[in-house]
């Protein structure tokens, strides 16, 4: 049988309620810096393809990056 651990830090999450979802910062600042990198790439090469890979992969690893930062900082 699976069972589930909850466990509760005392310390608050960094959220913000988007049409009644709560959505956590790291998710928020990870689209904003690969829309940011998207345009810029899409502003130098004038090309749409690497810009959304470049864009997408950004976004990728911000997001991997600030999600493990904020685990093991609550920790």
Request: aromatic share 8%; glycine share 6%; net charge positive.
């Amino acid at each position: 049988m699976t069972t589930v651990g909850l466990t509760r830090s005392s310390r608050p999450r960094a959220a913000i309620d988007i049409a009644g979802t709560a959505w956590p910062l790291y998710k928020l600042e990870a689209l904003a810096v690969g829309l940011l990198v998207f345009l810029t790439v899409l502003v130098v090469a004038q090309a749409l393809q690497p810009a959304v890979l470049v864009g997408a992969a950004a976004t990728v690893v911000v997001w991997w990056m600030r999600r493990r930062h904020w685990n093991t900082a609550r920790h």
